[in-house]
């Protein structure tokens, strides 16, 4: 089955070689012009229903905001980078709460602009920082198609100073082994019970290509990092995530579970993403449930304390029972 049934673009993107490298390889697919990728109407008026469908649009266009944000977990700042969105279909998607069903891929063909900016931010400050450049999209997904992370990494590691990192879903991590990346670009997989990959991580990998992902990228000499993300406390929670630590510790090498970083990430859930999901997917597991979630505010439902104070020891002693070198570097 193709990724994609068509193409939506601005008119710009024929400017720059990635847009035109685009038209080529997608040139059996019908391509419709927009104005804007940020607000196509045809598809705010569809019903939420079509979500899955759209997911197999692939639009096209130009970055216009490059705002860096701070931020304090395992990098400094984030960075709005080569794409937002992407062709997976995640039941607790974060994206879907800022893009609601336009959740779809958009890919940013002005790369040049916003590599020349994350060379000379990298230069700035009083020491080296690490930039976030895959929170907003699938990086490894979208260098399936656009090649950007074969031409990143190897570009960062000559010009930029510091690090770069994203994380993944996805194994297809071949094309990145042999770069020349001066451990300057940090991998990190995320990863849940390949029961939740099957039913909530729809399009995803399976866990046990993530797992020899994370080895092949260690083995190639990239500093590496496992997300378990995001933890959902449903039905059985206790033996699947022990279960999913016990893979991990059995399925990494040595040399992986020696220098990997780990992050511990509890779902959040939206008002909206249900919505989405009860119309999009009616057969899928329910993650909203009254008893063990309230309320956040603006509309997002986090795990209540009581749960929450049960769930982290217990998981975060298997973790280091389990991958005592590993460093585990926050929950939240
Ligand atoms: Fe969202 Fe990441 Fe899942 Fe894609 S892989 S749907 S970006 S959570």
Known sequence: MKLF???????????????????????????????????????????????????????????????????????????????SG??????????VCNYNKCAYLRLFVNREDMMERLIKNSKKGAVPQTFEIGSNSDLVLENMITNNLEWVIPAFAREGRGQ????????????????DHQGKSIFRMSVNPQEIIDHIELGTSPLHQRIQAVNDMCEAGYPVG?????????????????????????????????????????MTYSFVQN?????????????YDNQSMSGGGRGKYRYRKELRLEAEPVLTDYVRLRLPEARLVYVC
């Open 5 to 83: 049934t068509a193409v939506y673009h601005e008119p710009g993107i024929f400017n720059y070689p990635l847009g035109r490298k685009l038209k080529k390889d997608f040139a059996d697919l019908p391509w419709h012009e927009i104005k804007s990728h940020n607000r196509i109407e045809e598809m705010t008026q569809r019903p939420n229903s079509d979500f899955p469908k759209m997911k197999r649009f692939l639009i096209i266009g130009t970055r216009k905001t490059h705002r860096y944000t701070e931020n304090h977990k395992i990098s400094d700042y984030l960075v709005p980078f080569t794409s």
């Open 86 to 95: 992407c062709t997976a279909m995640c039941l607790y998607c974060y994206l």
């Open 164 to 179: 770069i990192t994203f994380p993944t879903k996805f194994a297809s991590v071949k094309p990145l082994l042999g770069l």
């Open 226 to 266: 496992i997300l378990i993300a995001p933890i959902i406390l449903n039905d059985g929670w206790k033996e699947k995530y022990m279960n999913l630590i016990d893979q991990l510790a059995d399925g990494l090498t040595e040399k992986a579970k020696k220098s990997i970083t780990i992050e511990m990430i509890f």
């Open 275 to 287: 919505a989405i999901n009860k119309e999009a997917f009616p057969e899928a597991p329910d993650l």
